[in-house]
């Protein structure tokens, strides 16, 4: 393989590694190389929004975060919903850990501390293979929009049930989420209280009154009002361009 195959594209890479002394050092060994950084995320939730608004070519991934989620958590998310290809790294190495990371169907999986040599073949093989099977990267992007925007500021996440205001997460419960959840289903269109009711609840007993003071506290914890009662048939999400289309 020619060592000149990533001089033919400067590709943007995600370094997903926690401990920061760590995913500087890669950034500059990367850089040396001559290869683009897309950016450097050491949390899950970090990785996954930027791979979201910015879409890189390739994500290096450290399989041990410190959080909840682990790198193996971020691959499968990136590659299912962007088929954007990984590169794993861990410190040690068994055989539960490989089968877990499989699942994200990683192009290659490397010990750390790896050679620059190691790495670059492995970064020139991902992409080469990558390329060969998929010729056109627009083709990769999801046809859906992951965001609605309900405002210029706030936007819901529909994959992670997240919203953010301003770009940074704002906290929802369990039934705020499952709320923006079912409206951000059908986005812009009337769902009846019953189908929200029962979505939220899963109860035998429908009580609008539950229903109503959910979205009474939620707008007041909010401090605006994204939904919107038509003629007392049901909610709907209040989006950006509605103002747009009176």
Same mark, same amino acid.
């Given at each position: 393989?020619?060592?000149?195959?990533?001089?033919?594209?400067?590709?943007?890479?995600?370094?997903?590694?926690?401990?920061?002394?760590?995913?500087?050092?890669?950034?500059?060994?990367?850089?040396?190389?001559?290869?683009?950084?897309?950016?450097?995320?050491?949390?899950?939730?970090?990785?996954?929004?930027?791979?979201?608004?910015?879409?890189?070519?390739?994500?290096?991934?450290?399989?041990?975060?410190?959080?909840?989620?682990?790198?193996?958590?971020?691959?499968?998310?990136?590659?299912?919903?962007?088929?954007?290809?990984?590169?794993?790294?861990?410190?040690?190495?068994?055989?539960?850990?490989?089968?877990?990371?499989?699942?994200?169907?990683?192009?290659?999986?490397?010990?750390?501390?790896?050679?620059?040599?190691?790495?670059?073949?492995?970064?020139?093989?991902?992409?080469?293979?990558?390329?060969?099977?998929?010729?056109? /990267? %627009?083709?990769? @992007?999801?046809?859906?929009?992951?965001?609605? #925007?309900?405002? !210029?500021?706030?936007? *819901?996440? +529909? &994959?992670?049930?997240?919203?953010?205001?301003?770009?940074?997460?704002?906290?929802?419960? /369990? %039934?705020?989420? @499952?709320?923006?959840?079912?409206?951000?289903? #059908?986005?812009? !269109?009337?769902?009846? *209280?019953? +189908? &929200?009711?029962?979505?939220?609840?899963?109860?035998?007993?429908?009580?609008?009154?539950?229903?109503?003071?959910?979205?009474?506290?939620?707008?007041?914890?909010?401090?605006?009002?994204?939904?919107?009662?038509?003629?007392?048939?049901?909610?709907?999400?209040?989006?950006?361009?509605?103002?747009?289309?009176?």
């Amino acid at each position: 393989m020619s060592s000149n195959l990533c001089s033919k594209k400067n590709f943007d890479i995600l370094i997903v590694e926690d401990e920061s002394i760590l995913a500087m050092a890669m950034e500059l060994k990367l850089k040396k190389m001559g290869f683009e950084i897309s950016g450097i995320a050491t949390t899950a939730e970090n990785a996954i929004r930027h791979t979201i608004n910015y879409y890189p070519d390739l994500a290096i991934v450290d399989i041990n975060l410190n959080s909840t989620k682990t790198g193996i958590d971020v691959a499968t998310y990136i590659w299912k919903n962007f088929n954007i290809p990984i590169i794993f790294l861990t410190s040690y190495y068994n055989d539960k850990i490989l089968n877990q990371a499989m699942e994200a169907e990683p192009y290659a999986y490397l010990i750390k501390p790896c050679r620059n040599e190691e790495l670059k073949v492995a970064i020139n093989t991902t992409m080469h293979k990558h390329q060969f099977f998929f010729k056109n /990267k %627009t083709l990769l @992007k999801p046809n859906k929009t992951k965001f609605i #925007n309900l405002t !210029k500021n706030i936007k *819901f996440d +529909t &994959i992670q049930l997240e919203l953010f205001i301003d770009e940074k997460p704002f906290y929802l419960t /369990k %039934t705020e989420k @499952k709320l923006f959840e079912i409206l951000s289903l #059908n986005a812009g !269109k009337v769902v009846s *209280f019953n +189908t &929200i009711f029962n979505f939220i609840y899963r109860e035998d007993v429908y009580d609008l009154s539950k229903l109503r003071s959910l979205i009474y506290r939620l707008k007041n914890k909010l401090g605006f009002n994204p939904f919107e009662n038509l003629y007392e048939e049901g909610y709907r999400l209040k989006l950006e361009n509605d103002n747009e289309n009176i």
